[in-house]
Structures are given as C-alpha cells and as structure tokens.
C-alpha cells in the first residue's frame, strides 16, 4: 500500500529543497503521484504577528509557484506558547526547543490521524541550525502515539541547494528560527 504524506513547513525557504526531493523521488516516499503528498503550516511559535504572517504568505506564494494548495492551520496565540515554552527556556535550549516542536508537530500527527495520512514528515529536519536528534525524537513519540508513520529524512545535505533556489526566486527569507528567543539568540536555534 501506498502513503499519502504530510510535510509539515517551517517556511518556504527551508521547504523549496524538501518540496522538490519528495516530487522528484516519490519512490523513496512510497507515494504513487505527485497529489499523495500536501504540505500543512502550522507554527505558533513565530514572533512577531508582522513575522508570522509574512512567512505564511510567502509560503502561500510558493505553494501557488508549484500548483500546489496548502493546508493552514491558522493558530496565533504568542501568549499561550510563550507562557509555556519560557518554563522551558530555564531547564535550557534543549528543552525550550523540545516544547517548540512538539506543541507544533503534535499538531501536524493529529491532524495527518484525523484526515487519511499515512506518514509525516517536517522541513524542520533541513536546518543545520536545529536540534536534528531532538526533532528525531520527538515525532518518533508522536507517530507512536498517533499510529502515523515518521517519515524520516535527513534532509540537511539539501539546506543550501534549497537557500539558494529560494533567494532565486524572490522569496522571503528569514533570519532567525522563529521564536521570541531566538531573536535574541543571533537568529539560530542553538
């Protein structure tokens, strides 16, 4: 049997290698077409609402690029997140960061449960500047307690090819992970 994955996007820019990785190797994903796979967004850790939207728009442009309709789960509660994830800011990055993508990619399995997926993935796993083993583990749990498959990746070779194709093509670019923390962390989760 064949998957139908969901590619959870951090932004565009880290999602322009992924994108064409899955188009151009669906084998690899088990996926029969092109249409077995959609990307969802989902990302209530960004700050601020001006960054938040901005990156959700941009991603909208490229989906539209592509022919591809995304799926937007448009959630902003700062407060909520940052309440919670500033409990973990004190036991350290890695925790801080733990609780980012969990209350994030907890999201993504739930929804991917409730709507026919077989698998999914994240654009998370493409960042050099993430914590790659914390993310492994984390949807390792969720596609556990989800009954979905982590279909996992690591797409960090494709980072660069990626940032470059992305700044070709006129999207915007970020500078920092997303979060209130990370802003004041040099723009990279640490």
């Known amino acids: 049997m064949k998957d139908k994955l969901l590619i959870h996007a951090c932004c565009a820019p880290c999602l322009v290698a992924v ?11 088990n996926l029969e077409s092109k249409s077995d796979f959609d990307v969802i967004w989902y990302n209530i850790n960004i700050h601020p609402k ?4 901005k990156r959700k728009e941009t ?3 490229y989906l539209a690029m592509n022919n591809k309709e995304g799926i937007f789960l448009d959630e902003y509660n700062l407060l909520s997140w940052a309440k919670h994830a500033v409990n973990h800011k004190e036991e ?10 969990t ?11 409730d709507n026919g997926y077989t698998s999914v993935t994240t654009t998370l796993l493409i960042s050099p500047y993430q914590k790659h083993d914390v993310i492994i583990s984390v949807c390792e749990k969720l596609a556990a307690k989800y009954g979905v498959k982590f279909a996992y990746e690591d797409f960090r070779p494709l980072f660069w090819p990626g ?3 992305a700044k070709d093509l006129g999207l915007y670019r970020q ?5 209130i923390f ?4 040099g723009g990279k989760s640490k």
């Open 50 to 53: 001006t960054e938040y939207e």
């Open 19 to 29: 994108f064409d990785d899955v188009n151009e190797n669906l084998e690899k994903y």
């Open 103 to 113: 209350s994030r990619l907890e999201k993504v399995f739930e929804y991917a449960k």
């Open 175 to 179: 500078k920092y992970c997303g979060c």
């Open 59 to 61: 991603l909208k442009e």
């Open 182 to 185: 990370s802003i004041d962390e």
């Open 163 to 165: 940032q470059h194709k």
């Open 92 to 101: 350290g990055y890695n925790m801080r960061c733990e609780y980012c993508y």
